[in-house]
């Protein structure tokens, strides 16, 4: 495969939509992989390279600034010439469903800071490389990317220490488009609305259809298809489900 | 080039968004030009069998059942073994924009007639076609496809007469989805926020930087990556505007 | 009781909403209660009239701008001097729930003109007046109400015929609201979510607890307190449904 | 003035709308301020006792457990036999307006914090009282509001410390509209959208007419009108803006 000439670096790679968009933005790009732990983005790194693509994981905590900064000059010092063209945050956040009166301040914290600040630190840590980036005349324009639920959208019963921190990142994601869209930053929050097909998944909605589930690889295409969006003509928000899906 | 496989028929094809959608099309499919005028497809469909592709344009009117049903049967004489394999509905409607009370309930009528009930009476006939399509397992999902605008979101003074028909028209889309999703038909609604760069618009804008409106042809990707969607994974709705657009 | 200063038009008074809002705003202003067929608006313009308040009716078809142009002309021969102090739009729409492709597109101009297009009409009819009435110092801010539904703000299967002209409808009133708000008329939607406790309905959801549907006076009591809100303080959009609503 | 039969408490009570609204409900229920120093509850409070009303302030900080744990507990020694009638949360949040690669990730988590963390602290205070207070057959049904915001609905740039938070808070209430509200609590969430006239806003927007900033009585006024709805007819969200403001 041709040397890259761009890097993405991908947040929430496990197995799933993470893994999904890392092979795809490999097609064209170096991929770099953050996860809390190796175990996370290992076996992705490693299809992507034996299947001659270019993928390297840093551990890293999104929630802790100093975490995000040191893989991002990582990142550079591995590929100190590229531009950044693709920042995507798939970190899934914790998800708590349980009578309100159940829960605490300390999982409501969890869920917000997993969603929404870990979105901040990141975004911050990205921006300026894909600013940057912006000046290189790359390939299609320097994007990044949040994945979004349902929950962003709509709070429902059971859902206080999960959907605000959806809301959070979902508005971040809004504003962020508006503040770098004019400077040429492509901001998108894609909303997943529906079961993912993975292996955790595999057993779960015995009764519906076996295509019912989404897939990781089609989510993977549209995440695609958004970052290749001339800056004419960009995509900030979109919804993705399977046909079956009641919403 | 080879011989398509199936139909797509494009209602609304003047210059600009609905010529670029039936030239995407027309890679793999045959596509059928819907229009009230010869004059107003007739270049589009020299340019795609110039080209090679396949095109062929009827006059009808989306606003009279009589004359949509009529196209869609010299469409099935034309192409009798065919899969419909996409529907896209792009009339621009009429567009009113004047003070409130010097609007009369005659263009409100013409409003909501081209954008809303052209639209249910382009579905009426499309349905059935897409339908049967589903069993022919055809290369990607049948698509039913609406070119909706920021009016259909949010209405705004002096509109009174534009943007109802345009809610009205995603409503349908909305129902559509929900009742034929299932079914196997990709309804979607795509949003276009801005001034789209046709000849029309050259001259407009003019202290603006000169990619701030939107392409045609970067409109039609986003249409064909929707159409390539596999039915697990997809989408109803989706925003498009140039990185310079105040929203 | 004293003699009004002021009066209200509402169309659309069946039993249930339409009398219980014609019944509130009685308290201080003469209503003028507007439907298709005296008896429609009988009942109420007496059970007004009995209780020591001032109600008249006239017939008058809202999709029809000549009748409703004579309706307001009796009105003002009625109440010459007197400002008209809110215009409330309550016609229910007709309502179809089929299959989409057994639906016509009859049925949908129907939907459409019932909702939207009486909405128009009235709106235009009733505008004049309310635009006088601001600079006559009136007790509570000249009003335009409108009567939404769940329809108004997403469509489902099968309905088609239906949700396009509430959609269309909630459109047309956000317009008016920004086109006329600084002009003084205090423009609103009011989203009905759920079913109203009516005659028509007593039979209905019998395993529901009694106090399950909505109560049209308390309906009545929500449109008045938007009316009283001074101009500094507005309400556009309301939702109103059961404490047992699923949503 | 009678004794009281029920107790509101109110969170957030500086000058303008926290005060306002302390005011209305103490027609009717003996109150209770909440705010983190005694120098802003203090003056609404004797306000409220000298014109014969019954009003108590106790300090506390929302955004820390024990702290609301212990003014609830205050609250009820005070009135031991009285049911909660209504909890408001009124807390303004700390308000960043900045370039986004100048804000920190420690202004993030305060403005998430005053908006959301807090709302969930004092949520989780309230409710319990407020489900006793269900079956105590009040005047009126207990109510949870919340005071939100346009950043609850948008996120616009350079807000991004700001409006997520306040999403959050919107999405927290939505889940607990659904959950509560079968159980008979009426919970809302009111959109304030536009300038508040306050003795800080006093000599803002000099050109604008002066009835052009939000008045505290008549936001009053409107909570209070929800608070009044029974149960049969519950609003969720409001919005609340003078009539000039562009939206």
């Given at each position: 495969?041709?040397?890259?000439?761009?890097v993405?670096?991908i947040?929430?790679?496990?197995?799933?939509?993470?893994?999904?968009?890392?092979?795809?933005?490999a097609?064209?790009?170096?991929?770099?992989?953050?996860?809390r732990?190796?175990?996370?983005?290992?076996?992705?790194a490693?299809?992507?390279?034996?299947?001659?693509g270019?993928?390297?994981?840093?551990?890293?905590?999104?929630?802790?600034?100093?975490?995000?900064?040191?893989?991002?000059?990582?990142?550079?010092?591995?590929?100190?010439?590229?531009?950044?063209?693709?920042?995507?945050?798939?970190?899934?956040?914790?998800?708590?469903?349980?009578?309100?009166?159940?829960?605490?301040?300390?999982?409501?914290?969890?869920?917000?800071?997993?969603?929404?600040?870990?979105?901040?630190?990141?975004?911050?840590?990205?921006i300026?490389?894909?600013?940057?980036?912006?000046?290189?005349?790359p390939?299609?324009?320097?994007?990044?990317?949040?994945?979004?639920?349902?929950?962003?959208?709509?709070?429902?019963?059971?859902?206080?220490?999960?959907?605000?921190?959806?809301f959070?990142?979902?508005?971040?994601?809004?504003?962020?488009?508006?503040?770098?869209?004019p400077?040429?930053?492509?901001?998108?929050?894609?909303?997943?609305?529906?079961?993912?097909?993975t292996?955790?998944?595999?057993?779960?909605?015995?009764?519906a259809?076996?295509d019912?589930?989404?897939?990781?690889?089609?989510?993977?295409?549209?995440?695609?298809?958004?970052?290749?969006?001339?800056?004419?003509?960009?995509?900030?928000?979109?919804?993705?489900?399977?046909?079956?899906?009641?919403?």
């Amino acid at each position: 495969m041709a040397a890259k000439q761009a890097v993405a670096v991908i947040a929430g790679v496990g197995p799933g939509t993470g893994a999904a968009i890392a092979k795809k933005f490999a097609s064209l790009y170096d991929v770099v992989l953050l996860a809390r732990t190796p175990a996370s983005y290992e076996s992705t790194a490693k299809e992507i390279n034996d299947a001659g693509g270019s993928a390297i994981g840093f551990s890293a905590d999104v929630q802790d600034e100093a975490s995000v900064k040191n893989a991002f000059e990582e990142m550079t010092k591995k590929f100190p010439e590229k531009p950044l063209a693709a920042a995507i945050f798939n970190v899934g956040g914790a998800f708590y469903r349980k009578p309100f009166l159940e829960l605490d301040s300390q999982m409501f914290k969890t869920g917000f800071e997993t969603s929404a600040l870990g979105a901040f630190i990141f975004a911050q840590a990205a921006i300026p490389h894909l600013l940057k980036a912006v000046d290189q005349s790359p390939a299609h324009p320097p994007s990044l990317f949040f994945t979004g639920a349902t929950a962003a959208l709509k709070g429902g019963p059971q859902m206080e220490c999960f959907s605000p921190g959806k809301f959070a990142q979902r508005s971040l994601s809004q504003s962020l488009a508006k503040e770098f869209g004019p400077a040429g930053i492509h901001v998108s929050h894609l909303v997943v609305d529906g079961l993912i097909d993975t292996k955790k998944t595999k057993g779960w909605m015995k009764d519906a259809p076996e295509d019912s589930k989404i897939s990781p690889d089609a989510i993977a295409e549209t995440y695609w298809a958004l970052h290749q969006q001339p800056r004419t003509t960009w995509t900030w928000e979109i919804d993705i489900r399977p046909y079956v899906e009641k919403w």
